[in-house]
């Protein structure tokens, strides 16, 4: 899987706004997360974790959806649309994958998880531009 994430255009986009991007990471522990992105004053990271995705389709869904969060953390940390947007339009299971997270991230979460649903890469690029570099 790791030569198809070579090839991602929202992967070469996240690094090209100076953020790190790996494959694998301490915390990618078997049956562990998908990915994640972590922004600090010592790290600005995303990170896939080949080996814990089912299938190619969950693979870039988690791109997406890490890519996102970079474009939030370009947005001032802040989500896109409002919450309100997400309370009419994600789906019952768009929700149900934000649960275990705590209550202050699932406006992050909710948006970064219907992104991934509902967005190309493409799509997704032309968010980083536009959040990250106009």
Not at 80 to 85: E, F, G, R, S, T
Not at 92 to 115: C, D, L
């Amino acid at each position: 899987m790791i030569e198809l994430l070579q090839l991602s255009q929202v992967l070469d986009a996240v690094r090209s706004t100076g953020t790190e991007v790996r494959y694998y990471d301490e915390e990618c522990k078997p049956g562990g997360v998908a990915g994640y992105y972590r922004l600090n004053s010592n790290v600005d990271r995303l990170v896939i974790c080949p080996d814990n995705q089912r299938n190619h389709s969950d693979l870039f869904d988690t791109v997406r959806h890490e890519a996102i969060h970079v474009v939030q953390a370009c947005n001032q940390g802040k989500p896109i649309l409002a919450y309100d947007y997400y309370v009419t339009n994600a789906s019952r299971e768009t929700w149900s994958k934000i649960e275990g997270y705590p209550e202050e991230h699932h406006h992050h979460e909710i948006e970064a998880f219907h992104a991934a649903e509902h967005l190309n890469e493409k799509q997704v690029i032309d968010l980083i531009n536009k959040f990250c570099f106009e």
